[in-house]
């Protein structure tokens, strides 16, 4: 595992995964997070995510993997103390209570005894679990063992983040609490590397996302990069779509039932929308509404593990063809 | 240092959670409650505090036959049967599920993720989990010092020499349950595959035992033979013709023998290779008797086994009989105690080593 000196927070590099010498998990990723930004990773099941957060913390050894994390090259163990980490599923010892599980792995990541029972006490009450934190974990609901998880990863006040599926299994203010953690955890310039199935979450709090897809990054960026093609506006107005619509570039018309129809206008940019905008008024047609719309995270993980060719959906796993081509939708 | 503690906190936490540790605990409480309920007085011996009296006037207070059977009881039922069978098997049932819950599933993920390297993960959490034998053991020990004691005072700090001692022998075990509950992340077949080798080299002492006495009893026939070979050839009786027949005879006889201990030894050294490989349960534990024996002490085996006998004086004294059995049992157990304490612990030690290594070796290389 080579390092070399990057300005990211992860600087990932040919990270290459294969099980039994057959199954590629991991092909030759290339990811790159930026210091205090909320990353989202996606991607189908058995796609790679776990996979790949398993090897930069290291629970998974790579059969290649060049670049760093916090400046260090993979695997480097000290610097996983400056890293927090949830994974999917975690398992807590169930004989400790919540402030103890804390204290337990803190003290793994040399947090000192006076700051770890300060710093319990401070999460234990941001994550709402001050009156659990003295019983054990074993009376738990799943989403209490997820905000302890969460509020363990961060006892050693860590640089890096790294969650697996944080919200799998907590309800939805739970969620939104956790969203404010991670929210508030930006604003102290903290990077956050985000797994998660939610895509609707990922997109209310990431700054960029990835998506892979049968180990391979099918497409990486800021939403507004990855969406930027698919940015038009939406008119719609009354009665049938004038003629003039299909004649010029730019502009398409859609019927949406015998009284109203779609104009939409592709591009980010809203002068030309002016334009239609008056030549509609001029014909006395009656504007309905006018609204700038983009394609959803969901819409662009759709395309992204949708293969351009056949239309269809990738199949999950990974796959023990090592010569897979990339489909990607690359911003 | 602030991850060892942790981890011994931690293993700590875990014990305290479990039933089985509490039942030992108080097992064992029990059984050294029950040893300090034997006492002595002015007409014989008496049970559980004095409930029950068993008139005898050879076990009578300070008498030298109460001294004998109250540190036999310690040694051969509290030592031998309590802290190397039951209390051992009951320390594995307890222990045998750490390192498989450790490498389960979610559970290593948080460890792995922390800045402790494998190597140090896996070892510190070893001898964190050795704590259930040392507190067990500790407790015990500290029971029986006091009994021994208040009842004989006789205070015998080399009682505390239970603690490492059995210890290591656990540790010969616990090894072994680590390496199978590591690779097969099964609690229930590290545990029935360490019993399982436990069992075996449990048969393999057996049956070195049981070689090794037919190769002394052998050696000594031919001795027998060699001495006799050599009273008749210094015989001046004039008889040659018969001294030359009786001559033949046993030469024929000590020959026979002497291809019996050639082919017996073909057999006793690969067991005995096997039994060197294989860590030495049982004469880790005879160690502990081996320390706290004293030179003049006699216990009630030898009394059983009449290798000492009352003298006219009442007195005890080692019995002279040179009978054959006995003696096969003399040079047998000065065999085994020619072994050396180094050699004992030394090998088993090895063993021990090389079974983590591997443990520790498929540990470190694999993907969680």
Request: charged residues 25%; glycine residues 6%; proline residues 3%.
């Amino acid at each position: 595992m080579k390092s070399q000196s990057s300005d990211y927070a992860i600087d990932l590099h040919d990270v290459r995964k294969i099980y039994r010498g057959k199954i590629h998990a991991l092909r030759d990723i290339q990811m790159q997070v930026h210091p205090g930004e909320i990353f989202g990773l996606l991607g189908p099941n058995g796609a790679g995510k776990s996979t790949l957060v398993k090897i930069m913390m290291t629970v998974v050894r790579p059969n290649r993997a060049h670049g760093t994390i916090l400046g260090k090259s993979i695997g480097h163990k000290r610097t996983l103390a400056r890293v927090g980490y949830l994974p999917e599923h975690h398992r807590l010892p169930s004989y400790l209570t919540g402030q103890q599980v804390l204290e337990f792995y803190a003290a793994l990541a040399h947090v000192p005894g006076g700051v770890r029972k300060k710093r319990s006490r401070e999460l234990l009450k941001t994550m709402g679990m001050d009156d659990w934190g003295n019983k054990k974990v074993s009376s738990y609901s799943k989403g209490m063992m997820q905000r302890i998880g969460l509020a363990q990863a961060l006892m050693n006040d860590p640089d890096l983040i790294v969650l697996d599926e944080p919200t799998d299994g907590v309800d939805p203010v739970g969620r939104r609490d956790i969203r404010d953690v991670l929210l508030e955890l930006r604003e102290m310039g903290k990077t956050i590397f985000l797994n998660s199935h939610l895509l609707s979450e990922l997109e209310m709090v990431c700054d960029r996302v990835a998506i892979l897809v049968q180990g391979e990054v099918a497409t990486q960026g800021t939403l507004d990069d990855l969406t930027r093609e698919s940015q038009r506006y939406e008119i719609i107005i009354a009665g049938t779509a004038p003629s003039w619509i299909e004649t010029k570039s730019g502009l398409r018309a859609e019927t949406l039932d015998d009284d109203r129809c779609k104009v939409i206008i592709m591009g980010a940019d809203p002068q030309p929308i002016q334009t239609v905008l008056d030549q509609l008024r001029q014909e006395n047609r009656i504007i309905l509404s006018v609204q700038p719309v983009r394609e959803t995270l969901e819409d662009l993980f759709m395309r992204a593990i949708t293969d351009p060719a056949t239309g269809e959906i990738s199949s999950p796993g990974a796959s023990p063809n090592s010569n897979r081509k990339s489909k990607g939708v690359r911003a | 240092m602030r991850q060892f503690l942790a981890l011994i906190f931690d293993a700590y936490r875990e014990l305290n959670s479990k039933k089985l540790f509490w039942i030992i605990l108080v097992l064992s409480g029990l059984t050294v409650l029950v040893y300090a309920s034997i006492g002595f007085n002015d007409t014989g011996m008496s049970l559980f505090f004095g409930l029950m009296d068993i008139e005898n006037e050879m076990l009578t207070k300070d008498s030298f036959l109460s001294r004998i059977l109250y540190r036999s009881i310690f040694s051969t039922f509290m030592i031998g049967i309590w802290l190397t069978w039951i209390a051992t098997i009951l320390a594995l049932i307890s222990t045998a599920s750490i390192f498989p819950d450790m490498v389960s599933g979610g559970s290593i993920d948080l460890l792995l993720s922390k800045p402790i390297g494998r190597i140090k993960l896996f070892f510190f959490k070893y001898i964190a989990s050795m704590l259930f034998v040392v507190l067990q053991v500790s407790i015990f020990c500290v029971g029986v010092f006091f009994c021994l004691g208040l009842r004989l005072n006789d205070w015998e700090w080399r009682i505390f020499a239970a603690i490492p001692l059995v210890t290591v022998f656990f540790s010969y075990l616990y090894s072994i349950c680590v390496l199978f509950g590591v690779w097969t992340r099964s609690t229930l077949t590290a545990l029935l595959l360490t019993f399982l080798l436990w069992f075996c080299t449990y048969s393999i002492n057996a049956t070195e035992a049981v070689v090794n006495m037919f190769k002394i009893q052998f050696t000594m026939e031919v001795e027998a033979f060699d001495e006799e070979i050599a009273t008749l050839q210094n015989n001046e009786v004039q008889d040659n013709g018969a001294i030359e027949s009786r001559l033949e005879t046993i030469q024929t006889e000590r020959d026979e023998r002497q291809v019996t201990i050639d082919k017996i030894d073909r057999w006793h050294q690969p067991v005995r290779i096997t039994q060197t490989i294989l860590p030495k349960t049982g004469e880790t534990i005879a160690l502990l008797d081996r320390w706290l024996r004293r030179e003049t002490d006699i216990n009630m085996m030898d009394i059983f086994t009449g290798g000492v006998a009352m003298d006219d004086q009442g007195d005890f004294q080692r019995a002279q009989s040179r009978d054959e059995d006995r003696e096969v049992e003399r040079r047998l157990e000065a065999e085994y105690e020619a072994r050396s304490e180094y050699f004992i612990i030394g090998s088993s030690l090895a063993f021990e080593a090389v079974v983590l290594a591997l443990a520790c070796t498929i540990f470190v290389r694999r993907d969680f």
